[in-house]
């Protein structure tokens, strides 16, 4: 028996349904054919005259290395080049609001934070893209930024090393004038007192004193390093604890009956001199060490950028992305055109079936907001 004899009936009136089914498909396809193929191709043309009208966008890049810091101070960073402060020095350094045409600089502020997106690669790289209509002045505004990023992040973030090292360049002036009016008194002491030499005793006790203005010097100097935050840390109670020690000392020495008893009050004048000179002499030797110093602390902390890229004028237009925005449109407009083929067939058919027509008005009601 052959292959189509042995088909059940059942099988037989599916495949003739399918065929039947594929048949209407065709037809419905065929007769709305100037629907189906006129629709996306006006939808392309409108949708070309419309693109052509968009101007053209442009994006300029460039690339900073974070040289040193952890990744809250790289976030720091591109909060500080999304910050308004960031977005209004930009503005007044390129005249951005009369480039953009605008009479408030509120508005050339929103254009130019929304044209502009910072963030952090996968390779720990700070990325700065800016969009523009003007390639040249897309590329200005994200060369702008790298030059302003630096000098505001180091205003915005003075660390305790900063604050210190500028504390300690404040004093510097005060102590140098105090050593030249050290120098100056003591060489008026010496020509009033001539050419007598003080007892050798008399000598011991001003070396010592003079030894212990000196430490005194260093000490004032170690707790002034170690910063207003260590008030109550127990290294600073120690040094305090000693530098009254050493006050206390020094009181002793120049309070000695052998300096009061044995020499004169010029000669005790003198003496005197030569100690302050020797405290003011390395009061400012300390302070030029602890400058130096913190100096050095601050490059090390400091969050520093190198560029590696920087934004060059680009060629190419980014957007509109014409040729894709027509193909969509065209693409969109036909499938809506054989929705509304199949929907046009439906109505028809619903109109010559009374079945078709109580389920067409059961759809009509279904699809009201209110039932």
């Given at each position: 028996m052959s292959e189509q004899y042995s088909q059940q009936p059942g099988q037989h009136e599916k495949a003739t349904e399918d065929e039947i089914s594929l048949l209407d498909l065709a037809v419905t396809l065929a007769k709305h054919k100037k629907l189906i193929l006129g629709l996306p191709i006006f939808a392309a043309l409108v949708a070309a005259v419309f693109t052509f009208f968009i101007p053209n966008t442009y994006v300029a890049a460039t690339k900073l290395l974070p040289l040193a810091g952890d990744a809250s101070k790289q976030a720091a960073v591109i909060s500080l080049i999304r910050s308004q402060a960031m977005a209004d020095s930009l503005i007044r350094r390129l005249r951005l609001q009369e480039a953009y045409g605008m009479k408030r600089v509120t508005d050339a502020r929103v254009r130019l934070m929304t044209a502009s997106k910072a963030e952090l690669d996968k390779d720990g790289l700070i990325d700065i893209t800016v969009k523009d209509t003007d390639p040249r002045r897309a590329a200005d505004i994200a060369n702008t930024y790298v030059v302003f990023v630096s000098p505001m992040l180091h205003n915005n973030g003075l660390t305790e090393v900063s604050h210190r090292r500028l504390m300690l360049e404040k004093q510097l002036p005060d102590i140098k004038e105090a050593v030249l009016k050290a120098e100056s008194a003591l060489t008026q002491a010496r020509q009033q007192l001539g050419a007598v030499i003080p007892d050798a005793q008399v000598t011991a006790l001003v070396k010592a004193s003079s030894e212990l203005r000196s430490k005194i010097a260093m000490k004032e100097m170690e707790l002034l390093a170690m910063g207003s935050d260590a008030t109550k840390n127990s290294d600073y109670l120690q040094n305090m604890h000693e530098l009254n020690r050493l006050w206390n000392e020094l009181s002793s020495v120049d309070d000695s009956p052998l300096i009061d008893g044995r020499i004169s009050d010029k000669d005790r004048d003198y003496l005197h001199k030569i100690g302050d000179l020797e405290y003011n002499q390395t009061h400012y030797d300390q302070l030029?060490?602890?400058?130096?110093?913190?100096?050095?602390?601050?490059?090390?902390?400091?969050?520093?950028?190198?560029?590696?890229?920087?934004?060059?004028?680009?060629?190419?237009?980014?957007?509109?992305?014409?040729?894709?925005?027509?193909?969509?449109?065209?693409?969109?407009?036909g499938f809506a055109a054989i929705l509304a083929a199949f929907m046009m067939e439906v109505i028809d058919k619903a109109k010559d079936g009374k079945e078709s027509s109580v389920k067409m008005q059961q759809l009509i009601r279904y699809l009201r907001w209110k039932q």
């Open positions: 030029l060490k602890q400058i130096e110093k913190a100096k050095l602390d601050e490059i090390s902390e400091n969050f520093a950028l190198q560029v590696l890229d920087r934004a060059e004028v680009p060629v190419r237009k980014s957007e509109p992305k014409r040729l894709q925005i027509v193909l969509f449109s065209a693409l969109a407009a």
